[in-house]
């Protein structure tokens, strides 16, 4: 691969300058990507049997805490089985390899996603001030700290829930699940994924609050709306009961009181700076 050239003074680039400087970012980032991917595919077994295949074994963790909550609270037949009634199928000759492949492409995403997001902040990092490309490293830390975070609830929760509600629902006793795989990863990775972009919630806040389209009154004030579309949300990406959709709107609820301090501590900063100005 041919090396980029010497980079330019952003004022100095023009359009075609910021496509090239975006291609070679774009470049690096599906490289680190394909090769987390190609780590994830040379680690099949535990991919799949471990991670893919863990929420729908009975012994999983969450299924474990869980039976141990509902017991103490005389409801064991809520999460207390010894095995999930549905099986997975493969349904096409290419189905198995064509799941490995997908797999292991989120696989990359997942595990490169710093190394993305660092390639993001690089490329529009040089229009920024000086004092704020010294928050790069806190961006990459917090953006990726928040992202795994939010993975790793879609993975224990999120999937944990919607597995066991799914697997189990019937609506009649003739009808056996015979779950395709295609279906059974779509679920995980729906799951993690959506987790992962949602907890990205503050981050969002941040940058919306510092080009002024979002302040913190606006956000208690549509504080009310902003818990109905949270239900919402937290409706399309778990199971259709009460109890699954309050487990993941409690940590949104968090994180959108959380953005708001954020957009709140922004605000000051602004206007400290404003006032230093014109000092």
């Not at 919607?162 to 056996?176: A, D, K, P, R």
Request: net charge positive; charged share 20%.
């Amino acid at each position: 691969m041919a090396k980029s050239k010497t980079k330019k003074n952003p004022d100095d680039m023009s359009f075609l300058d910021h496509l090239e400087d975006l291609r070679w970012h774009l470049l690096r980032a599906t490289l680190a990507i394909m090769i987390g991917g190609a780590i994830a595919f040379g680690m099949k077994s535990f991919i799949f049997d471990v991670v893919l295949f863990g929420p729908k074994q009975s012994d999983f963790y969450t299924y474990r805490l869980l039976c141990n909550i509902s017991e103490y609270f005389n409801m064991q037949e809520s999460f207390c089985f010894d095995e999930l009634p549905f099986r997975i199928q493969s349904r096409t000759m290419a189905g198995q390899f064509s799941a490995h492949i997908w797999t292991s492409i989120t696989a990359g995403f997942i595990i490169a996603f710093p190394y993305v997001i660092y390639q993001f902040w690089a490329f529009i990092a040089p229009g920024l001030q000086s004092t704020e490309k010294k928050s790069a490293r806190g961006f990459i830390f917090v953006t990726s700290f928040l992202f795994f975070l939010g993975v790793l609830f879609g993975y224990y929760v999120i999937t944990p829930l919607s597995v066991n509600f799914l697997g189990s629902y019937t609506v009649s006793t003739e009808i056996f699940n015979d779950f395709d795989l295609s279906s059974y990863i779509g679920l995980v990775r729906a799951s993690v994924l959506a987790s992962g972009l949602i907890f990205e919630l503050p981050v969002i806040i941040y940058f919306l609050t510092k080009v002024g389209l979002v302040t913190p009154e606006f956000l208690r004030k549509n504080r009310k709306y902003s818990l109905v579309f949270i239900l919402i949300i937290s409706a399309l990406i778990t199971p259709p009961d009460i109890a699954s959709q309050v487990i993941v709107a409690i940590p949104v609820l968090v994180l959108y009181e959380v953005s708001i301090f954020i957009s709140r501590f922004v605000i000051r900063k602004e206007r400290k700076k404003e006032k230093q100005k014109n000092k």
